[in-house]
């Protein structure tokens, strides 16, 4: 079987037509492939998630993660570059949705494309994913343990970027996988039986899985969360639920 | 969690980062996950001049236990020492007087 593959670090065109850079990792063979925008956590555009983008490639998918922190810390470290954004009030809503669309269209402009995206994120990854997933034609999204979709942020803090996104599940473009953990408090279990109730009302596709004995950030193989049988099983999922939507 | 929470406190002095010594204009104080400690979340201090851009920035990540204790040094060490000895104002005042 050939299973070359190129990983390489980009330059894409974001939201606002504005040029980030972005890595991303691609089987060479023919194709068609269907594509995964992999959305970064708060820790940045960092080696355990280059990892996780390459390890989509080696599965046959079109793969790219944008570095939404790009633009406050250009060639910067992936800490500093993290730092930086943070400084700058964080990554804004709209900002995210736009640099997903980029990455969207760069993965359909491949010549081995089946014109199929999907996005997956982590952590504050994981409500982006979602509100991706609410804001653009996709054809399949997963969403581990996204905090703050269904709870309010409090109000007293300085830096208020995110609000909750309970909202726009009727606008859910495609079907929604959700992994998260038990033990996990952003989310908790009670936050997420409200989303599902929210996408189930709104009579929309969506597989909700919770691990006993995991909590945040159980795929996290280089931090002391990670969870082996949680993390298995989850990726398990993950490429059947890409190779149901994303598939040729 | 990404918490987003983040607490800013406008500093003057210095701190020594990987280009040596640079003045310290703020500091940003966060429960997040840390970059490299080994917990899930600690408590984050970047000492940081953004004029000087992003690598201008001394970072520490630090346990609950050890940001308390952080705490209650410096506050020991500043009652140990004469009042307002390390104080901007009361130096600036001091110079101003002589």
Known sequence: MYDAMLAETIKMIGHNDDEIEAYTARPLGPGP???????????????????????????????????????????????????????????????????????????????????????????????????????????????????????EMPKDIPYPPVRPLLDL?????????????????????????????????????????????????????????????????????????????LGG | MCTYMTYRAEMAGSAKGPRGWFPVTQANVYVDHPFDAPYEHTLNIDFADPARGPAARVAVELTEESALALIEAIKAALAEAPPGLASAAAQAASAASA
């Open chain 1, 169 to 245: 599940a009727p606008q859910l473009s495609c079907p929604l996988l959700g992994l998260f953990g038990a033990e996990d408090k952003y989310p908790s279990p009670e936050e997420t039986a409200e989303l599902e109730n929210a996408l189930s009302k709104a009579g929309k596709a969506y597989e909700f899985h919770t691990y006993p004995g995991a909590g945040h950030a159980f795929f996290s193989v280089d931090r002391p969360a990670y969870r082996p049988e949680a993390a298995k099983d989850g990726w398990q999922r993950i490429f059947d639920w890409f190779g149901r939507y």
């Open chain 1, 33 to 151: 492939y269907g594509g995964v925008v992999v959305i970064h956590h708060m820790p940045g555009f960092d080696q355990a998630t280059k990892e996780i983008v390459r390890r989509f490639a080696v599965h046959g998918y079109l793969t790219i993660c944008p570095n939404l922190h790009y633009r406050a810390a250009p060639g910067a470290s992936p800490d500093d570059a993290s730092a930086a954004t943070r400084d700058a009030g964080g990554v804004p809503d709209d900002r995210l949705v736009g640099d997903v669309a980029g990455a969207a269209r760069w993965l359909r402009s491949q010549t081995s494309s089946n014109g199929k995206v999907g996005t997956i994120g982590y952590c504050s990854g994981g409500r982006q994913s979602f509100l991706a997933a609410c804001s653009l034609p996709l054809d399949a999204a997963v969403d581990c343990y996204g905090g703050f979709v269904v709870r």
